[in-house]
């Protein structure tokens, strides 16, 4: 079965900083991860995901990730916070016939 | 173009009811997907539709629950004599492929809540 593991429920950094949330993943097969982002009252929105093509991912809004098998790490990263990217952010990887399985999902603060 | 579209927005019930959530995904999307957003579960896959064929039930929370996908087009989620532990934001996702390499467009969700 696949799993994944956000670290840090709330992560707040101030405006301009660098912007770092973590995952990381458990898998029996080589996995498909996705990033996605949700804002207040509105649906999930692709950010990037990873299909075993290219190990460093670029996404919308400037935000990048890098699979690493030897950590089973997909960190979502981006060089400068901007107020606009205030929101929850959720990694999930491809489960199969069961869908996607989501981490629990991290806050983002930014701080002006 | 249009994307997933869900309805109603939001939903309260009193226990013991029933309710009929709708999801009408992207025209030609062939796979559709229901979750369930909720404070203590997080995000979790309910049942995935692949066109026309029997879906797989084991995901569902309990046998209250269940869902039918007519013509290959619009879901409909029922939950019978609902529970306060129901309460959740029901998702709704669509697929242009299935598996994983189809990337999954979702609704606004329906927020059901149960008195």
């Known amino acids: 079965a696949q799993s994944v593991t956000q670290l840090g429920s709330h992560v707040s950094v101030s405006e301009g900083a660098l912007v770092l949330l973590r995952c990381n993943y458990s898998?029996?097969?080589?996995?498909?991860l996705f990033w996605y982002v949700q804002y207040p009252n509105q649906g999930l929105q692709l950010l990037l995901k990873y299909t075993s093509a290219a190990t460093l991912v670029k996404g919308i809004n400037g935000f990048e990730a890098e699979f690493k098998k030897s950590e089973t790490s997909f960190h979502l990263t981006k060089p400068s916070a901007h107020m606009s990217d205030a929101a929850e952010y959720f990694c999930?990887?491809?489960?199969?016939?069961?869908?996607?399985?989501f981490g629990k999902g991290t806050h983002l603060i930014i701080q002006p | 173009g249009a994307g997933v579209s869900q309805s109603p927005s939001n939903k309260v019930t009193e226990k013991g009811k029933d309710v009929e959530l709708r999801c009408d995904p992207i025209?030609?999307?062939?796979?559709l997907y229901w979750y369930r957003q909720s404070l203590g579960q997080g995000l979790e896959f309910l049942i995935y539709f692949q066109g026309n064929s029997a879906p797989d039930k084991s995901g569902l929370p309990s046998d209250r629950f269940s869902a039918e996908r007519t013509g290959g087009s619009v879901s409909t989620l029922t939950i019978q004599r609902t529970q306060q532990e129901d309460s959740a934001v029901y998702l709704c996702?669509?697929?242009?492929?299935?598996?994983?390499?189809?990337?999954?467009?979702f609704g606004p969700g329906t927020r059901l809540t149960v008195l």
């Open positions: 999930a990887v491809w489960g199969g016939a069961d869908g996607l399985t």
């Open positions: 996702a669509s697929s242009l492929l299935s598996g994983r390499a189809g990337e999954q467009f």
């Open positions: 898998s029996s097969v080589p996995p498909y």
């Open positions: 025209s030609g999307h062939t796979a």
